[in-house]
Nanobody
């Protein structure tokens, strides 16, 4: 499995970005997908996850309704729509795939088996 994240960039505070993550292989449609982020000098942080059938989605506490995760299994792609961005959202954002599906809250990095290379999001005026 290979994961390729894209869509990062420079955005002003209050702006929006949509990240995409394209997965290789045939297991995407039966896997839990997640997004994490890591800011300089900080630990990797859970952002969001979504079950294979899109019925179960979870978010980190800091999201506060600003982000939305979605997926298109036919395209092997998971998305993260980020709105009302703040400077503290600046980080490298990683997509991750768990080998199995789950309907439960899985916020730990070690719950996931495959990782993309990350895409940098910078929120600054």
């Amino acid at each position: 499995v290979q994961l390729q994240a894209s869509g990062g960039g420079l955005v002003q505070p209050g702006g929006s970005l949509r990240l995409s993550c394209l997965a290789s292989g045939r297991t995407f449609g039966s896997s839990l997908m997640g997004w994490f982020r890591q800011a300089p000098g900080k630990e990797r942080e859970f952002v969001a996850s979504m079950s294979s059938n899109s019925h179960y989605a979870y978010y980190g506490d800091f999201v506060e309704g600003r982000f939305s995760i979605s997926r298109e299994n036919a395209k092997n792609t998971v998305y993260l729509l980020m709105t009302s961005l703040k400077p503290e959202d600046t980080a490298v954002y990683y997509c991750a795939q768990r080998a199995a599906d789950s309907r439960w809250y899985k916020p730990a990095w070690h719950d996931y088996d495959y990782w993309g290379q990350g895409t940098l999001v910078t929120v600054s005026s």
